[in-house]
């Protein structure tokens, strides 16, 4: 099912700032190389990871799923001077083609990849997150949320990726054990007493979560 239509999308790119040429080298390597391209966070969504980068001035961040490196680029733009941001990808052959392009960022040094399974690596990383980005397995979320929000700063948010799950969550029976995961997960945040929420409808949706 098709959540946005493809000329608005057109439009909301032309209308957004324009795509670094590192970042776009990123995009086009991507989309001509990796058999699921479709993962890459794109444009509108990286500029919409930055401004809110920008907006926190994160002292630390956490991405879970970092394919090919184009969505941590974004979020490291609002980095600290003294910040650093972890990011977890389970492929090494993924996490090989990121750490090549953070290689090329001006800010390489504050760019902390792990390779392995988040819910092992999450718990041995001791700090506070002020900007949490999840994409990743998606029957994981809640997991990966509740591991997640106890270590929120005060400002801490948390970016959900593919809440939408291409349209899936939206049919009248959910199938398929992703869409399944996706619509828990979202029934899931919406009952937790501890935080509020807003889920845009950006690209393949994204909850944008906080504490209260």
Known sequence: MEIVHALAEQYAQLFTSKEESLLHDIYQQTVENHPHAHMLSGHVQGQFLSLISQLLQPTNILEIGTFTGYSAICLAKGLAPNGVLHTIELREDDAKTAQENFSKCLNAEQLNLHVGNAMEI???LNVEW?????????????DYYELIVPRLSKKGIILADNVLFHGQVLEETIKGKNAKAIHAFNEHVAKDERTEQVLLTIRDGILLIKKK
């Open 130 to 142: 002020d900007l949490v980005f999840m994409d990743a397995d998606k029957t994981a979320y809640i």
């Open 122 to 124: 999450i718990p041995q």
